[in-house]
């Protein structure tokens, strides 16, 4: 899959120009969904507005780096929405647990979209 270099370009001027606030650290509970624990830290970027009308949401992996690695396009047919949400500094395991958690067979479906080829690597 290719995708336009002009698309990360922006988005990573969204990201630097936004603060990151992390409102649910990782393991934490979903506030609906008690047995669903957050996989990454979760969070926002403030002042931002995403296809829900609220700040657009980030993932944030352990890398500690902060950079776009990908981005999550998730689709929720019980609120018949559609949105983007941001990886930072994402593994591709990491990016694959964000998956799992965010796939909810028959209501609650996503894509992962990583940029150019690889995420970061584990340990870095």
């Known amino acids: 899959m290719t995708t336009d270099p002009h698309f990360w370009t922006v ?3 969204l990201v630097r120009e936004a603060e990151v606030v992390i409102e649910r650290p990782a393991g934490t509970p979903h506030p609906r969904f008690p047995g669903s624990l957050y996989p990454l830290d979760y969070g926002a970027l403030r002042h931002t507005r995403s296809g829900d009308g609220a700040d657009i949401d980030v993932f944030r992996g352990t890398s500690g780096r902060h950079d776009v690695t990908g981005v999550v396009a998730t689709v929720d047919a019980r609120k018949r929405d559609a949105e983007l949400k941001v990886l930072l500094g994402c593994t591709a395991q990491e990016a694959e647990a ?4 965010l796939s909810w067979p028959g209501s609650f479906g996503c894509l992962v979209l990583p940029r150019g080829t690889q995420f970061v690597q584990g340990g870095q």
């Open 11 to 13: 988005l990573d001027t």
């Open 98 to 101: 964000v998956r799992a958690f």
